[in-house]
C-alpha cells in the first residue's frame, strides 16, 4: 500500500527551472529519509539530492550544488525538488526514493521508489 507518486516534470529550455514534488502514502512519512535519483538513457542511476527526516540535513550531488534544492514538508507528506538553471545533461527520469537511513537511500532491495517523472531539457 506505500506508494511515491513523482509530479511536475517537463519539457523546458536550457537555464529554466522545473519543480517536482513526490506524494507518499501507506508510510510514517516522518520517520523515513527521503532522496531523488535520475537516469538518463544508456546510464546508470545516479544520486542528486537527499534530505533526512526533519529536513535539518540535506545532501546533494557535485552536478547539481547550487542549482536544486531539496525540501520536504511533513504535514503534506511531501518531498520536493526545486530544479532551477537546468542544463541539456540534466535530462532524465527522475524518481522519488524513500528509506529509514538516509545512508541507505538508492538501495535496490530495501526502501520504497516512485515511478519517476521524465524531465528535458532542450538547448
Known amino acids: 500500500q506505500v506508494q511515491l507518486v513523482e509530479s511536475g516534470g517537463g519539457l523546458v529550455q536550457a537555464g529554466g527551472s522545473l519543480r517536482l514534488s513526490c506524494a507518499a502514502s501507506g508510510l510514517a512519512f516522518r520517520n523515513y529519509a527521503m532522496g531523488w535519483f535520475r537516469q538518463a538513457p544508456g546510464k546508470e542511476r545516479e544520486f542528486v539530492a537527499a534530505i533526512n527526516w526533519s529536513g535539518g540535513i540535506t545532501y546533494y550531488a557535485d552536478a547539481v550544488k547550487g542549482r536544486f534544492t531539496i525540501s520536504r514538508d511533513n504535514a503534506k507528506n511531501t518531498v520536493y525538488l526545486q530544479m532551477n538553471s537546468l542544463k541539456p545533461e540534466d535530462t532524465a527520469v527522475y524518481y522519488c526514493?524513500?528509506?529509514?537511513?538516509?545512508?541507505?537511500?538508492?538501495?535496490?532491495?530495501?526502501?520504497?521508489w516512485g515511478q519517476g517523472t521524465q524531465v528535458t531539457v532542450s538547448s
Open positions: 526514493n524513500a528509506d529509514l537511513e538516509a545512508s541507505t537511500l538508492g538501495s535496490d532491495t530495501r526502501g520504497y
